[in-house]
């Protein structure tokens, strides 16, 4: 089992987001479970303000990640923009659930990637193999 509480080493940017994600999830389900309004709104706008980075880093004419990844991750952020805003403005407990999916679906997808990549010998590198068929290439990617 992995622990979510430790903050990951920083030389894994992937690991690092994916412990974000996770913080910012279980923080907004504490909020949840509190249904105290202010503590629920603290977690939204912690998270979104997660959210503003990850679109920063994917609008940054540095970023690497490939334009259909960006596209589809600034999609879901935008996704994510308009459903803060829709709870700030109207509080109910149950608007938070879907930012509390996505974001444990994709930190899982993350530290799965991060877990498959470290389980890849040097041969299987130099040969561009996945680990196994199920291997999503495209969650390989920091963002």
């Given amino acids: 089992m992995k622990n979510y509480q430790k903050v990951p080493e920083k030389h894994d940017p ?3 987001e994916a412990w974000g994600l996770t913080q910012a999830a279980m923080h907004l389900k504490n909020g949840l479970e509190s249904n105290d309004v202010d503590q629920m709104r603290a977690a939204a706008r ?9 679109q920063a880093d994917l609008l940054s004419h540095e970023c690497t990640v490939p334009t259909e990844i960006r596209g589809n991750v600034l999609s879901l952020a935008d996704f994510v923009d308009k459903r803060t805003v829709e709870f700030l403005a109207n509080p109910q407990a149950e608007k938070l659930q879907v ?4 974001n444990r679906e994709l930190a899982m997808g993350m530290y799965d990637s991060v877990d498959n990549e470290s389980k890849k010998t040097p041969a299987d590198e130099k ?4 680990v196994d068929e199920g291997d999503d290439k495209s969650m390989k990617l920091s963002i």
């Fill in 14 to 16: 992937r690991m690092v």
């Fill in 99 to 102: 930012l509390i999916n996505i």
């Fill in 46 to 54: 912690l998270n979104w303000r997660l959210w503003t980075i990850f």
């Fill in 127 to 130: 040969e561009g193999k996945a």
